[in-house]
């Protein structure tokens, strides 16, 4: 049972990364996907979801600036983010099953760092 995030680093203001996460078929197929992040002192936020047949959701601090995507041929999970700013500085987790219908599985975490 796993989920592997990769993408994340650190870039400025106004930059774009890419957020990857490959996991197991029984993790993905027919499962909704999702990114959740977390920043020090902060609440935990679901920032985007997309279920099995592709409907996306997300935030209201990053709609317009990320994109979730999802191939299901590589079980594979994606979160593009554009226009990054500070406050998107975070741990984000990919996680399956986000809003846990039945039981959510979560990845390891990449760090996202945003220099103003």
């Known amino acids: 049972v796993q989920l592997q995030a990769s993408g994340g680093g650190l870039v400025q203001a106004g930059g774009s990364l890419r957020l990857s996460c490959v996991t197991s078929?029984?993790?993905?197929?027919?499962?909704?996907m999702g990114w959740y992040r977390q920043a020090p002192g902060k609440q935990r936020e679901l920032v985007a979801s997309?279920?099995?047949?592709?409907?996306?959701n997300y935030a209201g601090s990053v709609k317009g600036r990320f994109t979730i995507s999802r191939d299901n041929a590589k079980n594979t999970v994606y979160l593009q983010m554009n226009s990054l700013i500070p406050d998107d500085t975070a741990v984000y987790y990919c996680?399956?099953?986000?809003?846990?219908?039945?039981?959510?599985?979560w990845g390891q975490g990449t760090q996202v760092t945003v220099s103003s």
């Open positions: 996680v399956s099953d986000p809003m846990g219908w039945g039981t959510s599985f």
């Open positions: 078929e029984y993790l993905f197929t027919g499962k909704d």
């Open positions: 997309i279920t099995k047949t592709g409907n996306r």
